[in-house]
């Protein structure tokens, strides 16, 4: 599975719509400081179900919508696709290519996407676990997270390897049915 595609529109810094596509291998993304490469893997969080506006570095979550500039007027909606290459059958869905999106309006609307049909944040969630692309998973390694991966708690690390041994849906499905 990898990343091929990211659409935003009217996240942060990116008024217009824009659309970067990827290759299977790697890929860098330099510019100057300020014209949002941040503002990207903030984006790709987001869509994955951040919720915390102060890691994705505003202070509520209407700060993800395009706020205005000195030539354009603010946004009302910001939204974001994720398109995932699905051919290894990674992601538990049979389709080859998986859309997810997340939109969000300044009254307070909010949806998530699975191929364009609106679905929970528990579907987008569940979609992705065990896969190491979960918000708290350990695909986008953000600044710092390298230090506190190496001073956590043991539980903590013990999780990123569950994590990457697939087995951490596993154990979330058990504690939730030894709850009931
Ligand atoms: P650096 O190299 O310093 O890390 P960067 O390329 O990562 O920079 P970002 O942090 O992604 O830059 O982008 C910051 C820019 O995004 C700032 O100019 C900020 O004003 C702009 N920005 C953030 N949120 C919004 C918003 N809601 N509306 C408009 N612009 C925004
Ligand atoms: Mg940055």
Redesign the pocket.
């Known amino acids: 599975m990898y990343l091929k595609k990211i659409e935003m529109h009217g996240f ?2 990116f008024a217009d719509e824009v659309k970067l596509e990827f290759e299977p291998n790697i890929t860098a993304i330099i ?1 100057p ?7 990207i893997s903030d984006a790709i969080r987001w869509v994955l179900g951040e919720q915390s506006a102060k890691s994705l570095r505003g202070s509520k979550m209407e ?5 205005g ?1 000195d030539q354009r007027r603010p946004l009302g909606i910001a939204e974001v696709t994720l398109t995932l290459d699905n051919s290894d059958g990674s992601l538990p869905i049979d389709y080859n290519e998986v859309t997810i999106g997340r939109r969000v309006s300044r009254s307070g609307e909010s949806d998530y996407l699975i191929n364009n049909s609106v679905c929970r944040l528990k579907d987008v969630e569940e979609l992705i676990m065990g896969t190491g692309m979960g918000k708290e998973a350990y695909s986008i390694i953000g600044q710092g997270k390298i230090d506190s991966i190496l001073s956590n708690k043991s539980s903590d690390r013990r999780g990123i390897f569950e994590e990457a041994a697939g087995i951490t849906k596993h154990k979330k499905r058990k504690d939730k049915a030894s709850k009931k």
């Not at 400081?33 to 503002?39: R, V």
């Not at 700060?63 to 706020?67: L, N």
């Open positions: 942060k810094s510019g400081n300020g014209s949002g490469k941040s503002n700060d993800v919508i395009f706020a500039s």
